[in-house]
């Protein structure tokens, strides 16, 4: 009887501590922001950077170094804004789980961020991402979703 007793108390504890590291990641896997900005979505990343006025701290500028973005392949990223003191992109698929792709970029000079992504192939061909620039500044965590496609004709 006392056994039982023993592994059903083991049995809860483990519970608890998973719930525990759960909510200790959660930051780390479901970034929260205290601004979104919204970028204007006719801006194509696969064409050209793209650029959305944030307010307090002015224009933000998202650009890659291979367009069209390339699946398996590492690509440039490079984030301007003025006020920055460290960036993300969080590349996720928007119908599909494509796992955890959040580079975190270098500061190479006043409000510039510069890094290396590398997308995973999609099994069934076209995809569509959100590429999610979290910005840390001295006041607030900005979060600024990107979409774009891969693994299509971009010769429109």
Known sequence: ??????????????????????????????????LTVEPDASCDLQKTACQVDVPEYGRLTFSVGTQPIPLVKPFAVKIEMPGAEQVEIDFSGVDMDMGYNRPLLQKTGDGVFSGEATLPVCITGRMTWQATVLVETS????????RFVTGESLAE
Do not use: E, Q, T
Request: aromatic fraction near 4%; charge should be positive; avoid cysteine.
């Open 1 to 34: 009887m006392n056994r039982k007793i023993l592994l059903d108390i083991v049995g809860v504890l483990l519970i608890v501590l998973v719930v525990l590291v759960g909510y200790k990641l959660s930051p780390i896997l479901l970034p929260k922001a205290d």
């Open 139 to 146: 006041k607030k965590r900005i979060a600024l979703p990107f």
